[in-house]
């Protein structure tokens, strides 16, 4: 029998994202994303998986259970959000001086990614490639006494971004095969999608480890 004791969560680190940056025609292409943005200003991140679970039968029985992950929402509860790039994530169009909402528009798919702090050291690094704002809350309250945060909520929704379905990808340093050598900096520096992205990193670090695919 073995005992393991997985470490739990202490904090939400740090926050980013990546707005996709496609060619003409194109609504995205996994290949090209703008700089990668960091905040610091995440008070808490939810995540939702809704999953869809499809019994098939056979010789009048229960054969199997399919299961398949039909959307993943992150509700993002911030501090505070560039406005910027919440105009942009909406869809809103800035003109010269301001902006305009509200209109008919295509909302931008972006990358989103997210850090867990665990405690005694562990992290977990984890992409969503291919995302879009589902919606946001901007509510403001008089001013008291003493001070009281007025936080805002972002809820993004993670859609497929390969042929096999998949809307995340993640490394997690209390698993054996975390990659040795990459830092928070060195997986969010770039939008990381699969295997191949971590042996890039890995190469820069280590010039003489062949590539896989090269």
Not at 28 to 39: P, V
Not at 41 to 66: C, H, I
Request: glycine fraction near 8%; aromatic fraction near 10%; proline fraction near 4%.
């Amino acid at each position: 029998m073995k005992t393991k004791r997985p470490m739990i969560k202490e904090t939400v680190g740090s926050i980013y994202h990546a707005f996709n940056a496609p060619e003409d025609g194109k609504d995205f292409d996994l290949t090209k994303y703008e700089e990668t943005i960091k905040g610091n200003y995440g008070k808490k991140v939810s995540t939702t998986e809704n999953t869809e679970n499809t019994v098939v039968r056979g010789s009048g029985q229960d054969y199997m259970s399919a299961s398949q992950t039909s959307s993943v929402e992150n509700t993002l509860e911030v501090l505070a959000f560039p406005p910027d790039d919440t105009a942009r994530m909406r869809g809103d169009r800035v003109t010269k001086y301001g902006v305009t909402s509200g209109a008919s528009s295509q909302r931008p798919f972006f990358a989103f990614g997210k850090v867990v702090k665990k405690v005694g050291g562990a992290v977990e690094y984890k992409w969503y490639p291919k995302c879009q704002l589902a919606e946001n809350t901007d509510d403001i309250e008089t001013s008291e006494e003493s001070f009281s945060e007025q936080n805002d909520t972002l809820t993004i929704k993670a859609y497929s971004y390969n042929d096999k379905g998949d809307k995340s990808y993640s490394i997690n340093s209390e698993m054996s095969n975390f990659p040795e050598g990459i830092t928070e900096e060195l997986f969010f520096e770039n939008v990381v999608t699969c295997d191949e992205d971590i042996e890039k990193i890995l190469a820069t670090l280590n010039p003489n480890t062949e590539v896989q695919g090269a």
